[in-house]
């Protein structure tokens, strides 16, 4: 069954550093999305990407992060200047590999990469 | 902004009975809903969904009822496993016209099924 996958599993860096985080949606996917999880709290939406372009993106998602599709099939997310409070849990996802609102609504998760910033 | 509420943080349930998740929403422009499970160190795993024209899905031993004019949803299992144990969370979605389909999620209901 196909599926997101994520990489690393796992990225440790120091305050200040450039950190890029990795996924491969789903071939056939046509709508891509980045989520984080601090612990303890609830998922939260970062930012959509549509079309080889950014649909929508939260507060969070400020100048210091940013996404891009540099091939036909990674999806990643770069933060350029860590900070501590940027540590969680990052989720990709994407949706819409066939036609109608149910497919491009139904989101499916990758793995996850657990964020540290020390 | 808590637009998506999950008020249980935990039930605990015996085997073979069935398990009620709660979820009440307070955007009227949610216009599809999702339920996820999720393991530690995993992502979520889609469930089942249900559009905002609906008020019942049945999925195998999962069934979602969606009130819209009490902007509740519930998510029955029955019978329960204990492998069903594992934090649900609820989800909804607003496109508002465009070509962005996000999602917002509750802050998500431990489940325990007891053998």
């Known amino acids: 069954e196909p599926e997101v996958t994520q990489t690393p599993s796992h990225q440790v860096t120091q305050m200040g550093q450039e950190v890029i985080l990795r996924c491969v949606p789903i071939?056939?996917?046509?709508?891509f999305y980045w989520y984080r999880q601090i612990l303890g709290q609830k998922v939260e939406f970062l930012v959509s990407?549509?079309?080889?372009?950014?649909?929508?993106k939260s507060e969070i998602f400020d100048d210091q992060f940013s996404v891009e599709r540099p091939d036909g099939s990674n999806f990643t997310l770069k933060i350029r200047s860590t900070k501590l409070e940027d540590s969680a849990m990052y989720f990709c996802?994407?949706?819409?590999?066939?036609?109608?609102?149910?497919?491009?609504?139904?989101?499916?998760f990758g793995a996850g990469t657990r964020l540290s910033v020390l | 902004d808590q637009q998506v509420k999950q008020n249980s943080p935990s039930l605990s349930v015996q085997e073979g009975r069935i398990s009620i998740l709660n979820c009440d929403y307070t955007n009227s422009m949610f216009d599809y809903f999702l339920w996820y499970k999720k393991y530690p160190a995993e992502g979520p795993t889609f469930l089942i969904s249900?559009?905002?024209?609906?008020d019942k899905n049945e999925d195998g031993r999962f069934t979602v009822f969606l009130n819209k004019s009490a902007k509740h949803l519930s998510l029955h299992i029955v019978p329960s496993q204990p492998g069903d144990s594992a934090v649900y969370f609820c989800?909804?979605?607003?496109?508002?016209?465009?070509?962005?389909?996000?999602?917002?999620f509750g802050k998500g209901t431990l489940l325990t099924v007891n053998p």
């Open positions: 989800a909804a979605s607003d496109r508002g016209g465009g070509s962005n389909y996000k999602l917002t």
């Open positions: 249900i559009s905002s024209i609906k």
């Open positions: 990407f549509y079309n080889n372009e950014i649909s929508e």
């Open positions: 996802a994407s949706s819409g590999g066939a036609i109608g609102e149910k497919a491009k609504n139904i989101q499916y």
């Open positions: 071939s056939n996917h046509l709508y």
